[in-house]
């Protein structure tokens, strides 16, 4: 196997580590978060997309399969289908998002509005989901108070840690170009 491809595969596993990692991380305010999206987030501006990708895409699959990597230890395809899988389905919008941004050769303000975008698109989709798996399990939970439970408390710890990796994942990015060459 090939040098670049072993470190490749190693960067992929790592970073899918880093967000089980940062799954675990809570902050216990009024509506705990977790810093889950900077590990998606950080795996993207540190890998690029197709790597990052792979990354979140491992993540998930870990989780799906039953070990407990999702956020409050819980894991299995019951986590990814219930009532906040949407917002981790929603975590391949942001890939996508940056994917297209990377794709048009975007700068990096192009990409940080990328993720941006993506995380809007992740709030979006799993809002939607959040509100019909609540219907269908008989919830009457409108719109307003899903968004002032699952969206807004958010905005801003998201503004930060969208923020911070890009920081972060730029230097890692750095450091891996350097490695990659020796």
Known sequence: MKKSKLYDIAGVALMAA????????????????????????LALTSLGAAKGTASVALYVLIGAVGVPVFSGFRGGIAVVTGPTGGYITGFFLICLTYFIAEKMKARKTG????LAAGLILCYALGTLWFYRVSL????????AHILA???FPFIIPDA????????AG???????????KS
């Open 160 to 167: 930060l840690k969208l923020a911070a990796a890009v920081l």
């Open 149 to 151: 439970v699952c969206v």
């Open 111 to 114: 990409l940080v509005i990328a």
């Open 18 to 41: 880093v967000i089980c990692v940062c799954a675990f991380v809570t902050i216990p305010v009024t509506v705990p978060f977790t810093l889950q999206t900077f590990g998606v987030f």
């Open 170 to 180: 730029g230097k890692i990015k750095k450091i891996l170009s350097k490695t990659e």
């Open 136 to 143: 269908s399990g008989g919830g009457e939970a409108g719109i």
